[in-house]
């Protein structure tokens, strides 16, 4: 056969299919231009049919697709050209159309009647549909009234009995749309970003917050604050909608870590401006290890009085006894560690000249909430460990 002559044989064989297309049918076409009210659809022939605009934009009003792009309609309209329809009206549809909407995976418009055993009575078009309560969310529904009333779209997933048992879901278009969500804020998940998202759920070791789109990432414990953080939910609830920083993405795992303290400044960040060695401040014991006690100086800024530099006890007592969890006490500073981000300190036994100064400062409500070292007396009666720390930090005289 020549080349004109399959020109011809293809042309009318798309003419045939365009007569064909009937009022109620399922077709698939391409997108080749996009108005203002209308998108024109490339269905086969040598016409073109149209679409509302509407019909192609998200909740939000956005364009869901694009020149090119292929999608699935009914023919709502045969009168002066091929109008079609994504999804078939409440009380318009046509028992050929829902077989055909059930065959195609085309959503159909539903009214939730009531509750029954088992999920719900959905109203679609004439006809009587079922929806089980697993299917009408894709969270689990604690009350099935809040669903009565409502108009919903849902798939058609079981269609017998020449239509008159219909058994529906919404579920299924909620996860797909979930899913196209999803697949959107994954290309925006760059580290340093910041997203607003939901708590999902709190766990000791810290919480699950959802970013849209059925995408979760984790806010770990160690996240939350820069100060010690025991109970993440005394931080966050489920629920609550906070806003967090993208730390890191890890595609490989599905993985996304989350910072909550990365929004405020860090505290050490000052450290160098407002303490310097010699200075003594009251400090909070958080937490007592074998090796010594952490004490917090300022919310974020913890350090470390070595087991070393307690006084003895005696036999019967262990140095722990003196410092429990929860103990408002001044302290020393003997090293600061920019870097490695420690400070190391020294209790100040109780009663001295440096302990009783930095109370009565701190007891005016000035600003300065330490007493100098030149301000003060050396402690006296004190370990010989924390006198030779001391006294190794200070210059030589030559």
């Not at 994954?186 to 959802?210: I, K, N, P, Q, Y």
Request: net charge negative.
């Amino acid at each position: 056969m020549s080349e004109p002559t399959e020109d011809f044989a293809a042309m009318f064989e798309a003419s045939l299919q365009a007569r064909r297309i009937e009022r109620g049918q399922t077709i698939e076409g391409r997108i080749v231009a996009i108005g203002a009210e209308v998108a024109f659809v490339d269905v086969g022939g040598k016409g073109e049919a149209t679409i509302d605009i509407s019909e192609l934009k998200d909740e939000e009003g956005g364009l869901e697709v694009a020149v090119g792009d292929r999608i699935h309609a009914v023919v709502v309209s045969t009168a002066g050209g091929l109008t079609l329809s994504r999804k078939l009206a409440r009380g318009a549809a046509t028992q050929r159309q829902l077989e055909d909407a059930f065959h195609s995976g085309l959503p159909v418009e539903g009214k939730v009647e009531k509750a029954v055993k088992g999920g719900y009575e959905v109203r679609v078009a004439r006809q009587r549909a079922f929806c089980p309560f697993s299917q009408i969310d894709i969270v689990r529904t604690i009350d099935p009234s809040v669903h009565e009333g409502q108009l919903y779209e849902f798939r058609i997933i079981e269609y017998k009995e020449g239509g008159r048992n219909l058994v529906v879901s919404r579920r299924v278009l909620l996860e797909e749309q979930q899913r196209a969500d999803g697949a959107a804020i994954r290309e925006s998940l760059v580290v340093g970003a910041v997203m607003t998202g939901r708590v999902a759920s709190v766990r000791e070791f810290g919480a699950f917050v959802d970013l849209g789109g059925g995408v979760q990432g984790l806010l770990h414990v160690s996240e939350m604050a820069w100060s010690r953080v025991v109970d993440p939910s005394q931080v966050v609830t489920p629920g609550q909608e906070i806003t967090v920083k993208i730390l890191r993405v890890d595609d490989d795992k599905q993985k996304i870590s989350l910072g909550l303290k990365q929004l405020t400044d860090d505290p050490w960040h000052r450290v160098d401006a407002t303490y310097e060695v010699g200075q003594v401040r009251i400090g909070r014991v958080t937490r007592v290890t074998d090796f010594g006690a952490f004490v917090e100086l300022e919310p974020g800024i913890e350090g470390l009085a070595h087991a070393s530099t307690f006084e003895p006890a005696g036999r019967s007592q262990r140095w722990e006894t003196q410092v429990p969890p929860g103990t408002t006490a001044p302290f020393e500073i003997l090293t600061i560690d920019l870097e490695k981000k420690r400070i190391g300190l020294t209790a100040v036994p109780e009663g001295s000249a440096r302990a009783g100064a930095v109370e009565e400062t701190q007891g005016t409500g000035e600003p300065q909430d330490h007493a100098p070292r030149d301000a003060v007396a050396p402690a006296e009666g004190f370990g010989s460990l924390a006198d030779k720390l001391r006294g190794a930090l200070t210059p030589r005289q030559k």
